[in-house]
């Protein structure tokens, strides 16, 4: 098992940028593919971006490419995500996500570990 804490989030305006982080704890971090997701009032929990254990591989929802980046630092057990040019459409609570596997994959089933989760605002 895998214990997450997600940090980063807060208020931005439209145009914005923020880094949300994630650290973890409990299972090999390095052996676990992370990923973000993220939940906005009254919908259902949608795939952000996922990364490969080893930074190698990663993968973006068509809403988010070309504005986020995930990247992890295995030493210090941590995966970021960088938001940039936040529209209003992005606000949500965002939420860290592990699994155990080396594929990297959008499925939210697919992933065992989850955070609390750190919410996102972006104003217009």
């Known amino acids: 098992q895998v214990q997450l804490v997600e940090s980063g989030g807060g208020l931005v305006q439209a145009g914005g940028s923020l880094r949300l982080s994630c650290a973890a704890s409990?299972?090999?971090?390095?052996?676990?593919?992370m990923a973000w997701f993220r939940q906005a009032p009254e919908k259902g929990r949608e795939f952000v971006a996922a990364?490969?254990?080893?930074?190698?591989?990663?993968n973006y929802a068509d809403s988010v490419k070309g504005r986020f980046t995930i990247s992890r630092d295995n030493a210090k057990n941590t995966v970021y995500l960088q938001m940039n040019s936040l529209k209003p459409e992005d606000t949500a609570v965002y939420y860290c996500a592990a699994r155990p596997s080396f594929a990297v994959v959008s499925s939210r089933y697919a992933y065992n570990d989850w955070g609390q989760g750190t919410q996102v605002t972006v104003s217009s």
């Open positions: 409990g299972r090999t971090f390095s052996s676990n593919t």
């Open positions: 990364i490969s254990w080893s930074g190698g591989s990663t």
